[in-house]
């Protein structure tokens, strides 16, 4: 079993750049693939970004309306995941989640309790 645990949020303002943070423990999820997701009020849940491990390291994907703003990225030392968020935009106001899994494809099998991220204008 993964247990994630999201950090970091808060009440920002239009133009921060706060960094949530995605602590795993039970297992190293070195070579799991690791994705942030969020939910605005009435919404959706939609993905936000994504890192996996190929032959060549690690790959990010983004969802388009966080590109060149936001950056995944993890810290095998502490078995960690982040997600630097730049410039915010009120419209990114929800609740973040980090999610896991072992494999490369399918549903996630890990997710945090989310932390909320509210940007004011």
């Known amino acids: 079993q993964v247990q994630l645990a999201e950090s970091g949020g808060g009440l920002v303002q239009a133009g921060g750049s706060p960094r949530l943070s995605c602590a795993a423990s039970g297992r190293t999820i070195t070579n799991y693939r690791m994705g942030w997701f969020r939910q605005a009020p009435g919404k959706e849940r939609e993905f936000v970004a994504i890192l996996i491990i190929n032959r060549s390291g690690d790959v990010t994907y983004y969802t388009d309306s966080v590109k060149g703003r936001f950056t995944i990225s993890r810290d095998n030392a502490k078995n960690t995941v982040y997600l630097q968020m730049n410039n915010l935009k009120p419209e990114d106001t929800a609740v973040y989640y980090c999610?896991?899994?072992?494999?490369?494809?399918?549903?996630?099998?890990?997710w945090g309790q989310g932390t909320q991220v509210t940007v004011s204008s």
């Open positions: 999610a896991a899994d072992s494999q490369l494809r399918g549903n996630y099998g890990y």
